[in-house]
């Protein structure tokens, strides 16, 4: 089973059934995922000069500290892609009658704030990605014309951003973008979704039946 179909399965069956049966649980969720990633707000902290971008600053935007030093950029990305991944696959699970308390159109929500409140660098361009590779298939078949539109916003004003700073962007955050566009990636199910949510589904079922069972009145017998 490769990574992205555990993720799958993990985020939607602990995390998504534990929001359903317990109120308060997805509020503390997402808490978590904002204390440790502020990209799944979204939101971003600038450094107003080079003077600020200190050791607080950059605990502050999310960098772990490390054996008695600063954690590596490249290895502050690849948490930020793997934290935005865990939020997309957490939004976009539908069970048959059950309400998810954060799912896609807060997904939707997330996607417009970003791109209008986010600046267009190396770790938001990674951010990005990382949400549309996991949320863009579920997304694209909800909203459809409206999705498409997004994309465009992307192609045609957030990629130039990135490529108008030159070499403080990495090549990989735009060939990222460029690519996802170009091969239409939102087309493809991310691998694990259906599985999943079928799984679910049946979870679900079994505690609907289990519950009917222990509540049926039992006949007296004389």
Same mark, same amino acid.
């Given at each position: 089973?490769? =990574?992205?179909?555990f993720l799958f399965l993990w985020v939607q069956t602990r995390a998504i059934f534990?929001?359903? @049966? ?29 003077? %600020? ?51 896609? %159109? ?6 417009? =704030? ?17 949400? @549309? ?24 004003r957030f990629i130039p951003a990135l490529k108008e700073q030159g070499m403080k ?7 990222? @973008?460029?690519?996802? @566009? ?13 599985? %999943? ?7 679900? =079922? ?17």
């Open positions: 089973m490769k =990574m992205w179909r534990a929001a359903a @049966l317990v109120p308060d649980a997805m509020d503390y969720l997402l808490a978590e995922f904002h204390k440790v990633c502020m990209y799944t707000v979204p939101k971003h902290l600038h450094a107003l000069n080079a003077q %600020a971008r200190n050791s607080d600053y950059y605990r502050l935007i999310g960098y772990q500290e490390e054996v008695e030093k600063s954690q590596s950029t490249e290895s502050y990305l690849v948490n930020v892609v793997a934290y935005v991944k865990l939020y997309a696959a957490m939004i976009q699970t539908e069970i048959k009658g059950v309400r998810h308390p954060h799912g896609l %159109a807060e997904g939707w929500k997330w996607l417009v =704030m970003f791109l209008n409140t986010l600046p267009a660098i190396t770790a938001t361009a990674f951010a990005l990605h990382a949400f @549309l590779k996991m949320a863009g298939f579920a997304l694209h078949k909800k909203y459809g014309s409206q999705f498409m539109k997004i994309l465009d916003v992307i192609s045609r962007v990495q090549a990989e955050a735009i060939s990222n @973008l460029q690519n996802y @566009l170009k091969d239409k990636v939102y087309l493809e199910e991310p691998e694990g979704r259906y599985l %999943a949510q079928h799984l679910l589904s049946k979870v679900f =079922m079994c505690e609907d039946q289990h519950r009917m069972a222990t509540s049926a009145p039992v006949s007296s017998r004389e």
